[in-house]
């Protein structure tokens, strides 16, 4: 079996390797600037995540084939992996848009789906329905992905590269997977103009008492409350394509807050949106890629040949450009990493 790096240590990368150890590599390392457990930085993304369990793959039929692949791991950690956290979590979701791919796509992806009546629509809404998807703590659930490839056998290591080919050559690797994210837009050899840090702020919160999901999905905004197995929830939220600032902004902190009170006032007890308890304020740049997510392999074929000093070639393979749905995608897409590389149609996960 060839020598593989896994390039980036997030959400993506993780699984990656998780994946690539369950079926049959043996030398794989994950290598990134940041690790799980380190101190939060906008660079690192995968620790801020809401990571809601729910799909945005309604017009995308690769994006739909990799979420399917990843619910149904969520489902089986759900029943029988207690130390990955992961809890069912039903939810409500609302949209003021008409968007019957959307609806369609949400029966046959979801447990549970059911069509909301139009008397009970809050103003405005245009279609809506209940499900049962899945939550998890984000930090909680990289600490248990780092366990398990250290447990099969993998290994973490730290370090910051120029490009892939830096990566290949200090590692002597047959097989690079680049996981990097919003590193794709910087790494020498790969220069991604298409993939761009779209600005998320959300709110962390202590609440309980919540054990609903919900989504309201307007034309310019999404709001969203995401309980978590730990007794708090992630609100938000923003899809800013323009702003660059890194610290939170007061004024859309008290936004989120008063959307979500009015999308569920039972987040304060009724008690009006001054009365959150609030734990930290959140920002975070999503890699999103305009042609939605790069999985793709270079190899001499493509005319990619690339020549290590010892003579020998190696492999890219890309998984990056998730956008919002890292969480939801991660293991389906590791999938298809397998896939790339020859490994078997059906992974073991």
Not at 70 to 75: G, P
Request: charged residues 20%.
């Amino acid at each position: 079996m060839p020598k593989i790096i896994v390039f980036g240590a997030g959400v993506i990368g993780l699984t990656t390797a998780v994946v690539l150890l369950k079926n049959g590599y043996e030398d794989v390392t994950v290598v990134g600037k940041y690790h799980p457990g380190d101190e939060l930085t906008h660079e690192f993304t995968s620790p801020w995540a809401g990571a809601s369990i729910v799909s945005f793959a309604a017009q995308n039929t690769l994006l739909q084939e990799i979420d399917q692949i990843s619910f149904k791991e969520f489902a089986r950690q759900a029943n029988l992996v207690p130390e990955a956290g992961v809890m069912y979590c039903p939810g409500l979701h609302l949209s003021e848009i008409d968007d019957p791919a959307h609806e369609a796509w949400a029966k046959k992806l979801y447990l549970n789906t059911e069509k909301v009546a139009k008397e009970q629509l809050p103003e405005g809404v245009r279609f809506g329905y209940r499900f049962l998807s899945f939550s998890l703590t984000a930090p909680r659930y990289l600490d248990w992905l780092v366990g398990q490839v250290k447990q099969l056998g993998g290994r973490l290591e730290r370090g910051t590269f120029e490009s892939i080919q830096d990566v290949a050559e200090k590692y002597q690797a047959e097989t690079v997977i680049n996981c990097t994210g919003l590193g794709s837009r910087v790494l020498a050899d790969v220069r991604d103009e298409t993939l761009h840090p779209v600005r998320g702020q959300t709110v962390l919160i202590r609440a309980p008492h919540i054990k609903t999901q919900m989504y309201r999905e307007g034309p310019d905004v999404y709001t969203y409350i995401i309980p978590r197995p730990d007794g708090t929830a992630i609100v938000g939220g923003t899809l800013d394509y323009v702003t660059k600032e890194a610290e939170p902004d007061p004024a859309v902190t008290q936004s989120i807050l008063a959307r979500v009170y009015a999308l569920n006032p039972e987040l304060t007890h009724s008690q009006g949106p001054a009365a959150f308890d609030i734990v930290t304020e959140n920002v975070g740049f999503r890699p999103t890629r305009q042609q939605s997510v790069r999985l793709e392999k270079e190899s001499q074929k493509r005319g990619k040949c690339f020549i290590l000093p010892k003579g020998g070639r190696y492999t890219i393979v890309h998984n990056y450009g998730h956008g919002p749905h890292g969480y939801q995608s991660c293991w389906g897409s590791a999938a298809k990493v397998l896939e790339l590389l020859g490994g078997a149609q059906k992974a073991k996960l």
